[in-house]
């Protein structure tokens, strides 16, 4: 059996610690990458690339919310990305499934039901929560969000989600290690697919599917 290769995403060296025994109790040999921001998970993602999953907190240093899976999803689409989060409620979960997760964890479960994720994920199938059985998106203008959202580029995800943190363009740019010039650039094409006038607006917007959220 080969050696299956797994990021863990989480901010929590405690919650690391917890997936990290999950993950050990499970058969055959295992790689354990570990990430406490969003951007060592952006990197780790780019330096492990034939990793076969990652276990992502939605909300980590460095990322807002559903912007870091959309970035990842996007620029890394061969790795699956499983949500890890508190916030387990049926429209959480939905948000996260319709924006390319390939399962969904609660903080809350036992680590035989994390175990039971993984191996769902890892066997091609989607996992979801006990109890969990399935969403519908009922407000128009947030489907039409989630399918604005699905539009933006990797980098412009990112972006995004560094608009949300509160930093300047000239602190974004340095972090990418990009010109302002760009990040300028990134703005305007974020405002143009979401359809607003200021940055500001843009971050009132991703803060709409992320409203239920908390961890």
Known sequence: MSTL??????????????????IGGMEGDHAIIEAGDFSAAHQAAAEHSGADLMLLDLAMPGVSG???LMALRAEFPNLPVVIVSASDDASTV???LQ?????FISKSSGIDDIRAAIRSVLAGDI???PGYHGAVETDPESADLI???????PQQSRVLGMLAEGLLNKQIAYE???????IKAHVSAILLKLNVDSRTQAVIQLGKINTSMVA
């Open 5 to 22: 290769s797994i990021i863990i995403a989480d901010d929590h060296p405690l919650f690391r610690g917890a997936l990290r025994q999950a």
């Open 66 to 68: 559903f912007s870091g």
């Open 94 to 96: 939905h948000r996260a």
């Open 99 to 103: 924006l390319g997760a390939s399962g």
């Open 127 to 129: 996992a979801t929560p």
């Open 147 to 153: 399918n604005r959202l699905r539009t933006l580029t």
């Open 176 to 182: 990418l290690g990009v010109s302002e010039a760009t």
